[in-house]
């Protein structure tokens, strides 16, 4: 089945600069790639989904690149502040449309002055 | 927005002792799902549902089952409880499309 590998695992990050966040994956039928964050004590909220091959959506302080190709998503913080400290995680829906995600191990943000 | 709740929030049980986990979506979404987070594996996959009455078996089925009683309500039992099933268990729902939703998370603790 899917496999997902994320790295970093942590990232420590000064205050206005950015990080990225790697996530490959090995089913070439996967199709829907999702950002989540968590934060302490919370449950997962959505940052972003990607559906297209080659796809670059941004949101608020951050910007996800998918590479179909290569089988690899990103999350590029840019400007990192200090509530952008949290874990990430990136998921997979792989081939199997019934059994819903698969989710990378998360990579913990620390967001420094 | 879709809703997925889960109770309790909070447990503390006994090694052995017998534990229902609670979620119910209001969303009609035909999938549900319960997973667990543990610090080093991510989330991972226990059980999950596509409808009343169905059940299918995730990665990591061993010491659970769980039952779909409705549309709505999806339990997670944990029988005989052991200290290695402590942790925060997330509920989840979709419909047919791509987009999941999770419930707040449950913190089991087996002491």
């Known amino acids: 089945g899917e496999q997902v590998e994320q790295r970093p695992p942590h990232l420590s990050v000064r205050e206005g600069d950015s990080a990225v966040i790697i996530c490959t994956y090995t089913d070439p039928n996967s199709y829907y790639f999702f950002w989540y964050k968590q934060e302490p004590g919370a449950g997962l909220q959505l940052l972003m989904k990607v559906f297209s091959s080659t796809e670059i959506n941004e949101g608020q302080g951050f910007t996800v690149l998918l590479n179909k190709k290569d089988k690899q998503l990103s999350l590029n913080l840019t400007a990192a502040h200090p509530g952008d400290s949290a874990v990430y995680f990136c998921?997979?829906?792989?081939?199997?449309?019934?059994?819903?995600?698969?989710f990378g191990l998360g990579t913990r943000v620390s967001v420094f002055p | 927005e879709a809703a997925v709740t889960q109770s309790p929030r909070n447990k503390v049980t006994v090694t052995g002792g017998n534990v229902t986990l609670s979620c119910r979506q209001t969303?009609?979404?035909?999938?549900m799902y319960w997973y667990r987070q543990d610090t080093g594996h991510g989330l991972r996959l226990i059980h999950y549902?596509?409808?009343?009455?169905?059940?299918q078996i995730g990665d990591v089925p061993d010491g659970y089952k769980a039952t779909r009683t409705t549309q709505e309500d999806f339990f997670l039992l944990l029988e005989l409880a052991s200290p290695s099933q402590t942790s925060l268990y997330f509920c989840a729902s979709r419909m047919a499309g791509p987009e999941v939703f999770f419930g707040k998370g449950t913190r089991l603790t087996v002491v």
């Open positions: 549902s596509y409808g009343a009455g169905n059940l």
């Open positions: 969303n009609s979404h035909n999938y």
């Open positions: 998921a997979v829906r792989g081939g199997n449309y019934a059994q819903g995600l698969t």
